[in-house]
């Protein structure tokens, strides 16, 4: 069985630091982008970051560009995010994600982590 396993969410300060981090178990699979999706309560789940591993493209939603960066290895299928400055704003459940066909579309999800930021 494949599955996503994210760890590093937590409670912070407004203007901390948390590292996300996202690691594939099961048998091997391939894989074309890997992202992270929040969502917070009473809102719908968002794309805030991605990484196409063909050109190492990256994408950031507006909201937190700047402030939070992806990484990873295609290899390990494994898939980061650092997120610095830190707002009450981007308190929400973090999910990683992948897409393993040539559609490019999210067929693989992490059961979440909980990031809450306090001001």
């Known amino acids: 069985q494949v599955q996503l396993v994210e760890s590093g969410g937590g409670l912070v300060q407004a203007g901390g630091s948390l590292r996300l981090s996202c690691a594939a178990s099961?048998?091997?699979?391939?894989?074309?982008?890997m992202g992270w999706f929040r969502q917070a309560p009473g809102k719908e789940r968002e794309l805030i970051a991605q990484?196409?591993?063909?050109?190492?493209?990256?994408y950031y939603a507006d909201s937190v560009q700047g402030r939070f960066t992806i990484s990873g290895d295609n290899a390990k299928n494994t898939v980061n995010l650092q997120m610095n400055n830190l707002k009450p704003e981007d308190t929400a459940v973090y999910y990683c994600?992948?897409?393993?066909?040539?559609?490019?579309?999210?067929?693989?999800w992490g059961q979440g982590t909980q990031v809450t930021v306090s001001s």
């Open positions: 994600a992948a897409a393993r066909s040539s559609t490019y579309a999210y067929d693989l």
């Open positions: 099961g048998r091997t699979f391939s894989t074309n982008v």
């Open positions: 990484i196409t591993w063909r050109g190492s493209n990256t």
